[in-house]
Each structure stands twice: as C-alpha cells, then as structure tokens.
C-alpha cells in the first residue's frame, strides 16, 4: 500500500471550474512533488517543495497552483484549465530534496479528465 | 540535463519466462530509481540502486555506475508483471541536480 494518498482519484472538470487535488503522506518526508503524466509518457515534474517552500516550477502555466499548507499536505489548485491538461496527476515525496538523493514515493494519482 | 535511455521499449513474454531490462544514462548519478506502473496508474517502487546490486523476490538490479547503466531482470514472470517499467536518475552535478529524469520506460506484456 502507498503512503502517499491522493484524491479524488478521478475528476472530470470544464473549463470553467475550479477544483483542487490533494495529496497527504505521513512518512516525515519535507520534500512533496507534483509531476504530471499523459499517455504513453514518463511523467514530468511540475513542482517541487522542500520544506514546505516553493522551490521548483518548472515553468507550469498559471492555471496550476499549488499549495503546501504544512509538511504532510500538498495541494494543486485548478482554474481554467484546457483539454489538454487532461492527464494523470502524481504526488511523490521523498526525505529531503538532496544532491545525495533519496527514494521516492508516489502515490496512486489522480485522473484528471477537461471538458 | 541528464539522458536516461530505455530499451527495449516494448517486451512480450509467455508467462515463467525470464527478461532483462536496460537503463543507459550520460552523467554520474547520485540516484537511480526502478518504478513499475500497472495498469491503473500507480508508479510502485522496485529499487533504489545508485551502485551495486540488489534482490527483492524475483526481482533485482543492476547498476554499473563507472559505465552509466542499470539492469532490472524479472525471473519466473507472471502476468501480474505487466505494466510499464521505469528507470529515473539524478545526476551528480549539473542541471536537473537536485531531481529525478525519468526514461521513456518500457512496456511489458505476460501472456498466460
């Protein structure tokens, strides 16, 4: 079972809402991670938080926000989005955001489906 | 950045059959990561293998690091199996430093 939990596991949004997909884990990691997957990709990172500071983007457009509202919580806040941000969603964490590198974990992510 | 290659990119296998997975990558690591995604999304680790050789069940891996590759060999497959494998690394120095670069993976298939 993965430590690091996502929901909701499947969201259809238009494009005109605002949704936001959350992700927890409870292993005492301080670095937490949003990459984003399409079909038949590897994922690709978005966003990084190392000690619940911003401190990746990785160019992502505005429509995208996150948020890490303490050590075990990571949010991605969703406004305006297009139907090619439709995609599966991936929180991961990991002990420390290091040159020395640490494993990572993912969660089970979040389907993410624009209309 | 960092390179990381896969290969083969597509792998078809009759269950009990055994395979081996490569990743080759251009820089020294600090990190090198072996993932399996099944079939509803979810990335589960397998190794964290900068160096040396690991075994888990049957699993295990490889990495040369002095000649910037990594096995993953799957002994006895079951269709449980399938899936895509992933390889990430993260380089020693350099850009993308501080982060995982994932391969493109490879998609394997057990058939009964």
């Known amino acids: 079972d993965t430590e690091v939990t996502q929901t909701p596991k499947h969201l259809v949004m238009g494009m005109t809402n605002k949704k936001s997909l959350k992700c927890e884990q409870h292993?005492?990691?301080?670095?937490m991670y949003w990459y984003k997957q399409k079909a038949k990709k590897p994922p690709e990172l978005m966003f990084v938080?190392?000690?619940?500071?911003?401190?990746i983007n990785e160019s992502v457009p505005s429509r995208f926000s996150p948020e890490c509202p303490n050590s075990s919580l990571l949010n991605l806040h969703l406004h305006a989005l297009q139907p090619e941000d439709s995609a599966l969603y991936l929180c991961a964490s990991s002990q420390e955001r290091t040159r020395m590198g640490n494993t990572i974990y993912f969660g089970e992510g979040s389907w993410l489906t624009v209309v | 950045g960092i390179q990381v290659e896969q290969s083969p990119p597509d792998l078809i296998l009759q269950e009990g059959a055994n395979s081996t997975l490569r990743c080759n990558f251009s820089d020294s690591v600090n990190n090198l990561q072996w993932f399996h995604q099944n079939p509803w999304g979810q990335l589960i680790n397998l190794f964290y293998i900068p160096s040396g050789t690991k075994q888990n069940g049957r699993l295990s891996a490889t990495t040369v690091a002095t000649e910037r590759y990594s096995l993953l060999y799957i002994s006895s497959s079951q269709t449980t199996d399938s899936g895509v494998y992933f390889c990430a690394a993260q380089p020693y120095s350099g850009a993308g430093s501080y982060q995982l670069t994932f391969g493109k993976g490879t998609k394997l298939s057990v058939i009964p």
């Open positions: 292993m005492g990691h301080r670095a």
């Open positions: 938080y190392s000690y619940e500071k911003l401190s």
